[in-house]
């Protein structure tokens, strides 16, 4: 059985480039988008939701 950690991060979506940028760091750390945020603020920044999988060894129950 998989067991999953999640996060809510701010990633910059107001250029592609950007936002691809930011999505392949992510990747790179084990990071999954699973939900992005429809609104974008000001800054040109959304929320987005991740998952990467836990080593089951160091998963705390």
Known sequence: MTIWEYDV???RFSEWSKAKEDLNNLGVEGWELIKCS???DENGMTTAVFKRPV???DAAF
Request: glycine share 0%; no cysteine.
């Open 38 to 40: 429809n609104e974008i």
């Open 9 to 11: 991060k701010e990633i």
């Open 55 to 57: 080593d089951y060894v």
